[in-house]
């Protein structure tokens, strides 16, 4: 007998939190357990697919709210799940996790997770847009055993706004393998591609193109980087629908030489090794991958102060962080470590002190070990647990 465990995500597209869930499964599955993916991403189930992690690409969960269509997507759900019976259903991201909870209620799962990779509205959210969605959450809620915050802020604000009860809500911050350096060669010639020349500072961004990532942001404090005189090459990499409007900044502001669109990359991590900067100005994040990704490597980085950014950079020990929007204080902290190797340096290596301490996959994976053998046990899903459930000693 094996475990056999379903993650919902839906179409949500492909992006940090991804990474995060196939890191997951692939875990289980080198434990034996039987692990599917429900998505109907295609980059997701390529990712999925390399891991030998079976996908499922039923169509049932969309990113745009559409009633009537959604409420035929959970019952296309629902009537998959009383099919398969899967011992664990566990849910991620916003809309997968609403639908992906009823269904699993209505269908009688026997355990429902979610994890909460951040919600659905940021600090600065309007009132009505906070009290919409604490609304679905707190329905969602009721069809789940444990809701898993990424970072300890979003555990403890989940609480206050009453998501869930204060013992239904627990926080397993992300951890991610150690991201180690690209060979020297591989970085230089990074660098050659995107045309920095010697002595141009380079700025990376990754992440998704979409709203609330603070792209437009970003291209306007440039501008001001530009006009006082330093040299850089920023590098944007990601795809999403914000695309056309960031050309049409780009072009309209002057930056087409100096701000590059690379598009969806899988060399992620040898971009974070070859910039001099990182820069995170997005609003909204649960606890931001490619944050973690920089720190690992040791980077520069400049961030909003957000939450989940402040808890992991230690109130800014780690990083320099302006208030998301801010485009003159954006500017200035890339003008000031854009002048400061130094300080560069420093910040890069108390990033990667802090990374090594709480943010490493192992410790994620110990985390989600954990919870999965408590509630498993409690519900009683499995007669054996010596034999079905997998040592921490690794």
Known sequence: MRVRVLHIVGDSKFGGASLGITRLASFWNSQGWQVKILTTDESMRREAGARGIDTVPLDCIWRDIHIARDLKGLWRLYRYLRKERFDVIHTHTTKAGFVGRLAGLLAGAPLVIHTAHGFAFHERSPWWKIAFYVALERIASAG??????????????????????????????????????PAAGEVEALKRAAGAGDGELVIFTPGRLAAEKGL????????????????????????????????????????????????????????????????????????????????????????????????????????????????????????????????????????????????????????YHQLYLELLKEKNVAQSFSTLLPSTDR
């Not at 204060?166 to 397993?172: M, Q, R, Y």
């Not at 780009?250 to 910039?275: K, Y």
């Not at 606890?287 to 808890?311: D, N, P, W």
């Open 144 to 181: 789940c055993a444990r809701v898993v915050a990424v970072s300890n802020f979003h555990k403890t604000w989940g609480i206050r706004l009453g998501i869930a009860p204060a013992g239904k809500i627990l926080s397993i911050p992300n951890g991610i393998p150690d991201c180690p350096a």
């Open 216 to 367: 437009e942001e970003l291209l306007d404090a440039l501008v001001v980087v530009k006009a006082a005189g330093l040299r850089f090459k920023c590098l944007i990499a990601g795809d999403g629908p914000l695309r056309p409007e960031l050309e049409r900044r780009i072009a309209e502001r002057g930056l087409t030489a100096d701000a590059l669109l690379l598009g969806f990359r899988s060399d992620v991590t040898a971009l974070v090794h070859a910039a001099d900067i990182v820069a995170l100005p997005s609003w909204r994040e649960g606890l931001s991958i490619a944050l973690l990704e920089s720190m690992s490597a040791g980077r520069a980085i400049v961030s909003t102060a957000i939450g989940s950014t402040r808890e992991a950079t230690a109130e800014g020990y780690a990083a320099v962080l302006v208030g998301p929007g801010d485009v003159q204080a954006l500017a200035s902290s890339l003008l000031k470590l854009g002048g400061d190797p130094g300080l560069r340096a420093a910040l890069g290596a108390a990033a990667a002190e802090i990374f090594a301490k709480r943010y490493n996959l192992a410790r994620m994976l110990d985390d």
